[in-house]
């Protein structure tokens, strides 16, 4: 099983940007979908995005679309989310999840029950 180490949160003014990091040990990258959720207070964790590791296909959330991206680096074993023009909605604590042997598969990346590993959570504050 997959361990994730999820960082690069922190404090931003809204409009900022930010970049976050989701590393893997004990498997490598090479069969994944790789999830990023976040969790504002008070409210249900919810997909942000998803990429399939083995051919990049990825996806993103209509809240997010145009501003946060997702990539990948398999060589480091790593995800990135990189967040622009970010908003005080965008506060939340952020999780990378990691479902071995399956794609993203769309809409489904949303389903949380399916990952088999999570990150520990790094927080993004964004103030207004």
């Known amino acids: 099983e997959v361990q994730l180490q999820a960082s690069g949160g922190g404090l931003v003014q809204a409009g900022g940007s930010l970049r976050l990091s989701c590393a893997a040990s004990g498997h490598t990258f090479d069969h994944y979908a790789i999830a990023w959720f976040r969790q504002a207070p008070g409210k249900e964790r919810e997909g942000v995005s998803c990429?399939?590791?083995?051919?990049?296909?990825?996806y993103i959330s209509d809240s997010v679309k145009g501003r946060f991206t997702i990539s990948m680096d398999s060589a480091k074993n790593a995800v990135y989310l990189q967040m622009n023009s970010l908003k005080p909605e965008d506060t939340a604590v952020y999780y990378c999840?990691?479902?071995?042997?399956?794609?993203?598969?769309?809409?489904?990346?949303?389903?949380?029950?399916?990952?088999?590993?999570w990150g520990q959570g790094t927080l993004v504050t964004v103030s207004s």
């Open positions: 990429i399939t590791t083995r051919d990049d296909t990825t």
């Open positions: 999840a990691a479902d071995y042997g399956r794609p993203c598969a769309g809409r489904y990346y949303h389903q949380m029950d399916r990952y088999d590993s």
